[in-house]
């Protein structure tokens, strides 16, 4: 019979499933980073001046910021010199043309991840850009969208083919001085994906990308900039893996989201980076910056995130509510399993009257893992008639483990309504005998337990990728007890 | 139905059962009564196979098969049921998903076919009726918030709902109100019949008022010192365990345990 802790101790003996390495040719920078790097990335792109400019400024504030502390995860010193701040798959020139010019090897490496880029086994009603390393090597469903007026392509293509919507929208939300990690990702950023939606449009379908690290050493730099026009909605998602490796290695992404009036975006992220082994060794920094930008009256944005893997996650989805009755919202599972570290929430920034936030976030903290939930909701004096609630859940499993709480309040009108609930509670062994008891295993007991313990948040996933991330839930959380 | 064999058990690293002897056959309700650390929850949560609690010597067969060998989940989906003294709380689990969990693990394992939520709420809300749950308890997660009264009439609503072979009840009197032991009594003694067999264990007398007893033992210092009928029950009321402490220390002498 097996003794108590040896069978929470069982449940951090999950194996990433993710971890292969595809022997695909890279055209890398040198290591390091200066203004020469900067052009030479600027250069490969064939990008304009006025991209290199921007770049060029982002890296002149950079070099004078200092790496933030203030939050609650702990990692040797990042050497910045250290890191590949470009590789790319294959040729040497831009993206390839069409599917049939995508390496074989490429097309693999995404299909084992189940993420099928060839036209006849496409996900059905859902556009894929697939990024590997710092390029985008597929799009997919282009030609249905553009029927539709909606342009999804790759970041770097969106620069080439619509130089006005990236000038007036880049840096709008998220402005390259904005954080640390945030102007890196400004200066060096390769791709990421672009998304316009016009006018009055409903996207036909699903926008997803797919993230993909593969090459030693490089860090990952994307920047995904959606903009829905007026009355028109997109759902988007994102889904991210990398190879096992020893060594960390660094990711630190931008998002900005724009809705003009009655617009809505729906942006739900899966994120699965590698999130290194048992004793902690290696896995991903995972940086990040997603803000959404509420511009117009009656306009939504909502978050949903789950976010499983990565050594270090740091990232704080944020809505800033400046039209009236506009809506954000926020939906969060973070798992922090073995020595995970997940520092995470959200920015609820109220301008405008009337405007509505709601914070579901579901912290969950296994093995060594800690889990820090750091929020704001901000209510300005000019926001009459604001309401926000806010839910923060911990579930801690096993004894080893933290959950940490770090909500923050500021409201300067005296209408506003905010709610804040908050809750912690454990697996025990004790619940789980009591489950089998009931004849229910151990395994489906903790994924039961786990899993009504998300719900509120998987409920507000696209329906496939709820399976998905419940499976994902499943696998990282496999053995965790008894 | 249940044979134990001189069982030896150990709670962590004390040894807490000496040499159990216990026969239940099917339709019996056997009583185990006896004074606080005499091995009562030991030996019920020996029987259905809590982590901590091992068997250092003897056997144990349900229905002629090694219990002991099976886990505990395998035990209960053999029919072994232990109301615990303690319910656990599940947050975030309805009480009626978890019920049709473990309805549903328990039909697969015996080739059932499982049921479906449009089969099993009618059936389990005419169940619930025995226990005076209704519907707002039923949505509520397993024993979260509960009062101690809600949790014990929970265990017997769960009995009621698996249909146990073997029911064994720890303690389900304790911390109840005399309304409440009613309502607990009323479940259990619906659930009497041929085919099933209860062990009821319990400090006192009083839950024996309202579930009559085929056999009472009397357990001391991990063994069964003493069995009788339902009028060994009411001798312990009377004079409580003193007695029998004494009766035990005189023949010690004479044992060789």
């Given at each position: 019979m097996k003794t108590e802790g040896n069978a929470i101790r069982d449940l951090t003996t999950s194996e990433y499933k993710y971890g292969f390495v595809s022997e695909i040719e890279a055209d890398a920078a040198p290591r390091g980073l200066n203004e020469d790097i900067i052009r030479l990335i600027s250069s490969k792109k064939n990008e304009p001046g006025w991209m290199l400019e921007w770049r060029l400024k982002a890296y002149q504030h950079w070099i004078t910021m200092k790496e933030p502390t203030w939050h609650n995860v702990h990692y040797p010193p990042i050497d910045y010199q250290n890191i590949i701040y470009y590789s790319a798959p294959g040729a040497k020139k831009a993206g390839p043309k069409s599917l049939d010019e995508v390496d074989p090897e490429i097309l693999k490496t995404f299909a084992k991840l189940g993420i099928p880029l060839d036209e006849q086994k496409q996900l059905a009603g859902v556009a894929v850009d697939a990024v590997l390393d710092s390029i985008s090597v597929a799009t997919t469903f282009k030609e249905t969208l553009g029927k539709a007026g909606v342009v999804f392509c790759s970041f770097s293509e969106a620069v080439q083919k619509h130089p006005d919507l990236v000038q007036k929208y880049l840096g709008s939300v998220v402005p390259y001085g904005d954080n640390f990690f945030a102007c890196l990702n400004a200066a060096v950023f390769s791709d990421g994906s672009f998304c316009y939606i016009p006018k009055g449009v409903r996207c036909p379908m699903e926008l997803s990308t797919y993230f993909r690290i593969n090459a030693v050493d490089t860090g990952q730099f994307e920047r995904t900039l959606i903009i829905a026009e007026e009355n028109s909605t997109v759902s988007y998602l994102e889904g991210c893996s990398a190879p096992m490796r020893d060594k960390n290695q660094l990711h630190a992404a931008v998002v900005e989201l724009i809705t003009l009036e009655g617009a809505e975006i729906k942006y739900s992220t899966i994120q699965n980076w590698y999130p290194g082994d048992k004793e902690g060794k290696g896995g991903i920094y995972n940086f990040v910056t997603k803000r959404g930008h509420c511009r117009g009256a009656n306009s939504k944005i909502s978050w949903t995130q789950v976010e499983t893997g990565s050594a270090i996650t740091w990232k704080y989805p944020s809505v800033?509510?400046?039209?009236?009755?506009s809506i954000g919202e926020f939906y969060s599972v973070a798992v922090a399993n073995n020595y995970q570290q997940a520092d995470t929430g959200t920015k609820m920034i109220h301008r405008g009257k009337n405007t509505r936030s709601t914070i579901i976030s579901k912290g969950i903290s296994a093995g060594h893992g800690q889990n820090t939930y750091r929020g704001l909701v901000k209510i300005f004096k000019?926001?009459?008639d604001a309401r926000n609630y806010s839910q923060c859940d911990s579930l801690l499993v096993g004894d080893l483990c933290g959950a940490h709480t770090f909500p923050r309040l500021e409201v300067s009108n005296t209408t506003a309504r905010v709610e804040h609930e908050a809750s912690t509670s454990k697996i025990g062994e004790d619940q789980l005998f009591y489950c089998r008891q009931r004849g229910i295993s151990t395994e489906d007991a903790v994924n039961m337990i786990v899993n009504g313990f998300c719900k509120q948040v998987f409920n507000k996933l696209p329906m496939e990728f709820a399976v998905e991330a419940q499976k994902l839930l499943g696998m990282n959380l496999e053995g965790s007890v008894g | 139905m249940l044979e134990i064999k001189n069982l030896y058990a150990k709670a962590g690293e004390k040894e807490i059962l000496k040499g159990i002897n216990l026969q239940v056959n099917a339709g019996e309700v056997h009583a185990i009564m006896g004074p606080n650390g005499s091995g009562k929850s030991t030996l019920a949560h020996v029987l259905a196979g809590r982590d901590g609690f091992v068997s250092t010597a003897g056997s144990v067969l349900f229905e002629k098969k090694d219990l002991l060998a099976m886990t505990p989940e395998t035990r209960a989906r053999e029919g072994v049921f232990l109301a615990l003294q303690y319910p656990v709380e599940i947050p975030g689990i309805t009480n009626t998903y978890f019920l049709r969990a473990a309805v549903n693990a328990i039909r697969k394992y015996r080739g059932l076919e499982e049921m479906d939520p449009m089969e099993f709420l009618p059936w389990v809300r005419e169940k619930a009726k025995l226990v005076s749950m209704d519907q707002a308890m039923m949505s509520r997660s397993v024993n979260d918030g509960f009062s101690g009264g809600e949790k014990k009439r929970n265990e017997i609503l769960q009995m009621v709902v698996l249909e146990p072979k073997l029911a064994i009840l720890d303690e389900?009197?304790?911390?109840?109100?005399i309304d409440a032991l009613q309502i607990v009594a009323k479940g259990i003694n619906a659930l009497r019949n041929k085919e099933r067999a209860m062990l009821v264990i319990t400090h006192y007398q009083r839950l024996l008022n309202y579930i009559e007893p085929d056999v009472v033992h009397v357990l001391f210092d991990g063994r069964i010192v003493k069995s009788g009928g339902k009028e060994l029950a009411l001798e312990l009321e009377k004079k409580g365990y003193g007695w029998i402490e004494e009766e035990v220390k005189s023949a010690r002498p004479v044992s060789v345990a």
């Open positions: 800033i509510l400046e039209g009236d009755n000019r926001a009459t | 389900t009197d304790s911390g109840l109100d």
